[in-house]
């Protein structure tokens, strides 16, 4: 394995809290019932569009459904004036998971502007081969945003994972062809990453690094034989 593939809300950034308060006061700027928080954690990781619909299936004019989109950006941009920060040692990881030799990708359900001020945000720009926003392709669980990722960085799905804290990001990464790994400090409890049969499951970012990096010395190993 030499490839790593991050979701960014929820496994890289600790997001969600501004996630789903952003989401209840578009609810509220535009008259809809107020879903609970875990009714929006169960919809972070999908593309906006996707969300909504799955938390407002009434809706049919997508003039409003739009409207819904925009109240959540805006509320989310207020929130994000104080950026949400990275988990503990993300930076510290991604340092040293680069240094030896991973290719470092990012996969989202962000749009692009927002994933690209947060990179510049955290200093990361420079971080990842490539990135992948929702915007810009298929949204999660369809495996299309993997294939580009893949495809760019010219390696076979048996050399990646996906690491996420949803279950779309697991059963993206069961779609593709890649090992799914969760987190679960994110989103979704361990019990719904669980029943998505992720290959492996971690409760810190650290525990991560500590899987991911024999996985690539093993890699390194076999074709030097």
């Known amino acids: ?9 929820g496994t890289l950034a600790d997001s969600i ?15 809809l019932p107020v879903r609970s928080a ?11 569009p996707d969300a909504v619909a799955v938390l407002y299936p009434h809706i049919e004019d997508p003039l409003f459904a739009q409207q819904v989109i925009d109240a959540y950006a805006d509320n989310y941009l207020t929130l994000e004036q104080q950026p949400s920060a990275l988990f ?64 760019e960085l010219e390696v ?20 593709a062809g890649v090992r799914p790994v969760a987190v679960t400090y994110g989103a979704m409890t361990q019990e719904q990453l669980l029943r998505c049969q992720p290959v492996h499951c971690v409760d810190t970012f650290d525990e991560f690094q500590s899987w991911a990096q024999p996985q690539f010395r093993a890699t390194q190993t076999t074709e030097a034989l």
Request: hydrophobic residues 40%.
């Open 1 to 9: 394995m030499n490839t790593l593939i991050f979701d960014w809300d």
């Open 17 to 31: 809290a501004n996630i789903v308060t952003a989401m209840q006061r578009a609810a509220e700027d535009t008259g």
């Open 38 to 48: 875990r009714q929006v954690k169960d919809i972070i990781g999908l593309a906006l």
């Open 88 to 151: 503990d040692g993300v930076h510290a990881a991604l340092d040293e998971l680069r240094a030896e030799g991973f290719h470092l990708a990012v996969a989202t359900g962000k749009g692009r502007r927002g994933l690209d001020r947060m990179l510049a945000t955290h200093d990361l720009q420079d971080y990842f081969d490539v990135t992948r926003c929702a915007d810009e392709t298929a949204g999660k669980p369809d495996p299309r945003m993997l294939h580009e990722i893949l495809d």
């Open 156 to 175: 076979s799905p048996a050399q990646a994972c996906m690491v996420g804290d949803s279950e779309f990001d697991i059963l993206m990464g069961h779609n």
